[in-house]
């Protein structure tokens, strides 16, 4: 693949428009909880200002469907990344046209601005070749900085870049497409996969492709009891995907037949209620009654996980171990978090409520990288080429 990146392209006098994820969680209040989108880009922003270039920023916030909806406004990013960087960020939210194109006509080297939501524009997600014109009259330059939407063929990092003369990688999707490589292709052993979530249905592709590829597979979170019904256990009221029952039975003969380990949780935290207050005990993960949900992985579990994951060189992580938005059920996925951070390997953490796990924790800082990307760390898990990279394969 021939990608060109930020630091081979002349920017100077030029706008350089960058898109950017800043998919950005948020609590009810509409305060941003988890800034790491934001902050994984400044590498690339600084480069671009050190560099004389007018910055035009383009991100989406959610699903809005093509429909306008202040509640997923991008205008709290701005004032976010206004205070980061110690910098006026303008915010537009003027619809795309000829007045923003004015609008960067007319910026100064050094200026930033902001557009609104991308998503509020219904030919996006379609990855209208229209919209992708429009968008690029806003600019001289196209950077891809948005790994964790790289796995979605869109106008604003697809059609966009059939307009554009110039067009690279910022330094955020460098840092991430070399670390995937790295992982995938050539990852010092013993090589494991951690991964959790609701469900296996979001993740069979990945499970499949990654069974063959690392030494042993650590199931967790809701998608563990597809599996644990499919060994023929009682998993009382807990999260099932009957359908894909057979799948987990495939995925597990496979790994059987390459002598790859899959670990499954052997007890686990249940309650009678999806409810952070709900009374909750222990139970053992093979004989759940048929009132109580799983809503974590008990100490037992925990346990058994952390020890080979301390026998390991290098480890990808992707999903939770339970419902850790509820801190009651928190534990076994803020203790493998701490397991993996001080085990000395090469530790990949990748996906938003895997990120959020690790800086709940306090152990970001200790994890060797983490991702930004949600689908598409997990479409890379699957050994896809994803489309916004492609976009930038023309040199």
């Known amino acids: 693949m021939a990608v060109k990146y930020i630091d081979q392209i002349e920017m100077k006098d030029q706008r350089v428009m960058i898109r950017v994820d800043y998919n950005v969680p948020y609590d009810k209040e509409m305060n941003i909880t988890d800034d790491t989108r934001i902050t994984a880009t400044i590498p690339t922003l600084d480069y671009c200002l050190k560099n004389g270039a007018k910055i035009?920023?383009?991100s989406h916030l959610g699903r809005p469907k093509g429909q306008v909806k202040q509640s997923l406004s991008l205008k709290p990013v701005a004032e976010r990344l206004a205070e980061i960087l110690k910098k006026p960020v303008r915010f537009i939210d003027t619809p795309l046209g000829d007045e923003t194109i004015a609008i960067t006509k007319a910026l100064n080297n050094g200026d930033i601005i902001l557009l609104e939501n991308i998503r509020f524009y219904p030919g996006e997600e379609k990855n209208d070749r229209a919209l992708g014109e429009l968008i690029a009259e806003h600019a001289d330059v196209f950077i891809n900085d948005a790994f964790a939407a790289a796995h979605r063929g869109h106008s604003s990092n697809f059609a966009v870049t059939e307009f554009m003369k110039t067009v690279a990688a910022g330094f955020l999707l460098?840092?991430?497409?070399?670390?995937?490589?790295?992982?995938?292709?050539?990852?010092?052993?013993p090589f494991g996969a951690i991964i959790g979530g609701a469900k296996v249905s979001s993740k069979l592709d990945a499970?499949?492709?990654?069974?063959?590829?690392?030494d042993f597979l650590i199931i967790g979170g809701g998608m563990a009891f597809t599996f644990l019904k499919a060994l023929g256990y009682s998993i009382g009221n807990s999260l099932l995907e009957e359908e894909l029952i057979d799948s987990a039975k495939e995925i597990m003969k496979k790994a059987k037949e390459k002598n790859i380990a899959i670990l499954l949780p052997v007890d686990i935290i249940g309650a009678r209620e999806f409810d952070n207050d709900s009374p909750n005990s222990i139970y053992p993960a093979d004989s759940i009654p048929d009132d109580i949900i799983g809503l974590d992985i008990?100490?037992?579990?925990?346990?058994?996980?952390?020890e080979e994951i301390k026998k390991a060189k290098t480890v990808i992580w992707n999903g939770p171990m339970g419902a850790f938005e509820m801190p009651n059920f928190a534990c076994g996925t803020n203790e493998i978090a701490k397991v993996l951070a001080d085990s000395g390997c090469l530790s990949i953490v990748g996906g938003g409520d895997?990120?959020?796990?690790?800086?709940?924790a306090g152990v970001s800082d200790r994890i060797t990288y983490i991702s930004t990307g949600g689908g598409a760390f997990l479409e890379v898990l699957e050994g896809k080429t994803l489309p916004g990279i492609a976009a930038l394969d023309r040199y």
């Open 207 to 214: 499970l499949t492709n990654i069974v063959s590829k690392v």
């Open 174 to 189: 460098k840092s991430e497409i070399e670390y995937s490589q790295k992982t995938i292709q050539s990852a010092e052993r």
């Open 298 to 306: 008990g100490p037992e579990s925990i346990k058994l996980f952390s």
């Open 56 to 58: 035009i920023l383009v």
């Open 354 to 360: 895997s990120v959020t796990a690790v800086n709940k």
